[in-house]
């Protein structure tokens, strides 16, 4: 097939794709409402009349409305018929379930379905067995709608037809979807609202039993008293729900007042204070703290933790170490070789005194000698052995021991206190797990719930999980609060770190040395900008002076870059094996009526 041929099949076929997709989500119906006619008879059947309004987009065969029966229940006497269709119909039980399948045609000879229509389909029949009567009065609890339907039905009209309505009680259950409801002579006339799918809509009705035969056949006998019993169901019930939309409004006024929780911990505990330091750069390093120090205090990023070190830390310990001559460089020509594809090796310096470092220092060169042969720290033999994964969680176990050895010598609580406060960040936490915890609650138990006072309360949860969200990921910096002179420290190496960064700053006031620049790319890889400080070097120094700077030419012939891979290699081979893994007959309660079930179409 040559490439004309093989677009314009391509084409097609994303054409006729596009076009049966389309005609697939196309299909679909809605109930926009039910009017139903009810008449209890003297013998205590119920006789059945439904008007189920249907609107369809698509092609469709017919529909289908369950009704469940029990024990002895029936239902008798149906009748189907249609406005706007042709209809035939068949019945079928199972499951404790009367299913009417109605088939809807477009044409009178009923060979062809419908397609884009509006249907009214009316369905009559009686339902023996369904009224209760107890010892004192009868009672009707039906549900005008019950909770298998596939669709919301878009509202309800329902007429209850009585002898009299003298002595009558009646409840709507639950009260919310109701419209209103009234008596025009001895008819109760009831308008509700939509109900979703899944949910119900029931009436319950007491009647004096004058109203029917003195042995009603077709009913349900209980001998006991009944109206006391649904009296304070339905009393019990409408506490319930008084009491759920109480809580349910009063978790959301809750739940909006926590919302500014996070504010009030930022002004009581983030604030920073005033200080006098009004500089706009420093040209010398500000402090003689050590490298991994700087970095764990001041490092790059608004996300990065006050105290604790990264991977930035561990690398300008090894820079450092390098322009101490702990380090030296192998297997680099002291010149600045226009062909820079070179092997770049580490030795540590026999004539150094190692107990001279700190223990975090020493720590380091111990991880760089498990790398060692024959004296050499290959960088390449590094970064091929931190792939395999033992090696590799080896070294995240031994770069632990670096972190704690730096934070329990210089960056213990007793210094860092005179530093960062992190009280409010930990309080901040605290409000985000909490509030987390308590909206995912919430909007576990209301997202179906459809008590009006519910959407209240899943709304404010769904803000209420937001904010806390956002506090848990918020940088501890927000929150927390730098001492006085935390807040000047963390300034002073800000100002150095833009002054190393701006290089028409540098080109007015440049280093003084080669020996001086050396120590900025030590601190720059501290702060994340080694990069720009080594361009700056280049810009600004002479070859012969650079080929006099080790870690220059460390990062020249790219032994930086390499050192960089190899550790990130590390720490993303041991994170992928860690998570590899190494190794839940009386008296009825609500919505216990007869009748509802439920429908769809085919």
């Known amino acids: 097939m040559d490439k004309k041929h093989f677009i314009s099949f391509t084409l097609l076929f994303l054409f006729i794709i596009s076009v049966f997709s389309t005609a697939a989500f196309a299909r679909d119906y809605s109930i926009p409402s039910i009017d139903m006619d009810l008449f209890p008879q003297s013998d205590g059947s119920l006789h059945v009349k439904e008007i189920i309004h249907y609107s369809f987009t698509g092609t469709y065969n017919g529909i289908y409305r369950d009704i469940p029966v029990s024990g002895n229940q029936q239902v008798e006497n149906i009748k189907v018929s249609a406005q706007g269709a042709y209809t035939k119909f068949n019945t079928s039980y199972s499951g404790g379930m009367e299913r009417i399948k109605v088939f809807i045609y477009s044409n009178p000879q009923k060979t062809a379905s419908i397609t884009d229509k509006d249907v009214t389909i009316t369905i009559e029949y009686d339902f023996l067995h369904g009224i209760k009567f107890y010892n004192d009065v009868a009672e009707l609890q039906y549900e005008l709608i019950g909770t298998q339907w596939d669709k919301d039905i878009g509202a309800v009209n329902a007429n209850i037809h009585l002898k009299s309505s003298n002595g009558v009680q009646y409840w709507l259950n639950p009260p919310y979807l109701a419209e209103n409801s009234s008596w025009n002579g001895n008819t109760l006339n009831i308008v509700g609202k939509t109900v979703p799918s899944e949910n119900f809509f029931e009436l319950r009705m007491v009647i004096p039993k004058d109203q029917f035969a003195a042995n009603p056949t077709n009913g349900i006998i209980i001998n006991q008293d009944g109206l006391s019993q649904i009296e304070k169901i339905q009393n019990d019930y409408q506490n319930e729900l008084n009491f759920k939309t109480t809580l349910y409004s009063l978790l ?6 926590a919302c500014f929780i996070p504010l009030v911990i930022y002004f009581l505990y983030g604030r920073e204070p005033k200080i006098n330091y009004q500089a706009e750069y420093e040209r010398d390093v500000p402090t003689d703290d050590l490298p991994a120090v700087v970095n764990a205090v001041s490092g790059k990023g608004l996300g990065k933790k006050v105290g604790e070190p990264d991977m930035d830390g561990f690398r300008a310990t090894i820079m450092d ?6 380090l030296l460089i192998q297997d680099v020509p002291q010149t600045l070789d226009k062909n820079k594809d070179r092997s770049v090796s580490l030795k540590v310096n026999p ?7 700190t223990n975090f220092e020493y720590d380091v060169i111990t991880i ?7 004296g050499i720290i290959n960088l390449d033999g590094l970064k091929n052995g931190l792939k395999d994964r ?13 972190e704690s050895d730096l934070k329990s010598e210089f960056l213990n609580d007793g210094i860092m206190d005179q530093i ?3 009280k409010g960040d930990t309080y901040l936490k605290i409000f985000g797990v909490i509030g987390l915890v308590a909206a995912a609650l919430t909007f576990f138990f209301t997202i179906a719930n459809p008590l009006p006072a519910a959407s209240y309360a899943l709304v404010s949860s769904i803000i209420l999980g937001i904010v806390s969200i956002t506090s848990l990921v918020m940088p501890q910096k927000v929150a927390g609060q730098w001492t006085t002179h935390g807040e000047e420290f963390d300034a002073k190496w800000h100002n150095f770190k833009k002054y190393i960064q701006d290089f028409s700053l540098i080109k007015e006031y440049p280093p003084e040395s080669v020996k001086v620049w050396n120590k900025y790319l030590v601190y720059a890889t501290a702060l994340g900008v080694a990069d720009q400080v080594r361009k700056s070097m280049e810009m600004y120094l002479p070859d012969d002076q650079l080929a006099q700077s ?4 460390f990062h020249y012939y790219g032994g930086y870059w390499l050192l960089s891979s190899s550790l990130d290699t590390g720490m993303r081979t041991a994170a992928a094996a860690s998570s590899n893994g190494s190794n839940f007959g009386g008296v009825g309660d609500i919505g216990g009526g007869f009748g509802g079930g439920g429908g769809g179409a085919f």
């Open 252 to 257: 959301a006024v809750l739940f909006l007042l």
């Open 420 to 422: 960062f406060l992190k």
């Open 368 to 374: 760089l000698k498990n790398f060692e042969e024959d």
């Open 550 to 553: 080790d870690i220059f030419l």
């Open 321 to 326: 170490l390098i322009n101490r001559k702990y």
């Open 390 to 402: 033992s090696t590799a969680q080896s070294f995240r176990e031994s770069y632990g021991i670096w």
């Open 351 to 357: 004539d150094k005194n190692l107990d001279e470092l």
